[in-house]
Structure formats: C-alpha cells, structure tokens
C-alpha cells in the first residue's frame, strides 16, 4: 500500500516546499495514487525500506514527446549523491521503453534545485531555457530546464 505522507515528508525535509507547493503536491499523489499514469507517474528511489528520492512526470497536454516533471525530490541525506543523476537515469529508461526520443522538461526554483544538488539539473545533460531572477525572493530565482534523449543517444543530453 503506497504512503502519500512518506513523499510528503520527504519533500518537508528538504525545506525548499512552501506550504502550498505542499499541498498540490499532496493533491497531486492523491490523483496518482487513486489513477496512476493518468496523467502522472511516478519512479522513486530506496535505500532499503527508506524512501530517498522520488520524480512525480506527466506527459505534456497535446504532445507526443515531451514530458513535464512535476515534482524532483531527493532527501536530505542523499543530497549530492548518486540518487538525483540515478532518478534521471530512471525517467530517461523510462520514457524510451515506450518511444525512441523524449524531451523532459522541468520548472524548478534556486532553492528547490539547491536541495538535491547545486546546479544539478546543468550536470545533468539538462539545458536553461529560461531563467528570472529573484522570482519567487531576492535569492530565489525561477528556472526551466530541458533535455532530450534518443534511445540510441540516452547520454548525450542534445
């Protein structure tokens, strides 16, 4: 039986949710849960019973490749550390079982990217596509990041 608060509290460990980022995302595992892959899906990473990490994606409205992360958590003890680029590795596998090229988007602010690793979603393979500074504070700035995968070409992040 999956345990909606288990990713809710991984998230309020990081400290970079807002209460009400908390509670969509809340909402949100209440719509996986109950329909799962409609529309979102979900991969997780454990370290034996421990939930470290986990990627909430959907497909993007009107699209046939391209897939939008909702939710990118890694706890706090496996921050820097092989869970992030492993959770990557997982939805790249992921998507190319059902199609030869994807691309994955995300939004993310400084302070959430900062919470599974600085600058993580550049190291990567993941390209800005855009960037406002101090959107959400003064030292929180709004990103978007893309990348795009072949199934030939898993690694190269074009």
Request: negative net charge; contains cysteine.
């Amino acid at each position: 039986m999956i345990n909606i608060r288990e990713y809710e509290l991984l998230s309020l460990e990081t400290g970079a949710y807002r209460d009400i980022e908390l509670d969509i995302l809340k909402e949100t595992l209440a719509t996986w849960k109950e329909k799962p892959g409609d529309p979102f899906e979900l991969i997780e990473l454990r370290d034996g019973a421990t939930l470290a990490g986990f990627c909430l994606y959907y497909r993007a409205p009107n699209t046939d490749y391209t897939f939008d992360v909702h939710t990118f958590v890694v706890g706090r003890d496996y921050r820097n550390k092989a869970v992030g680029p492993r959770l990557v590795e997982l939805l790249e596998e992921r998507l190319l079982e059902s199609r030869n090229y994807a691309v994955i988007r995300t939004e993310t602010s400084k302070l959430k990217e900062d919470s599974v690793g600085e600058g993580f979603f550049q190291s990567n393979g993941f390209q800005t596509i855009g960037h406002i500074p101090a959107f959400y504070d003064a030292d929180n700035d709004y990103f978007i990041y893309v990348k795009s995968v072949q199934a030939d070409k898993k690694r190269d992040g074009a």
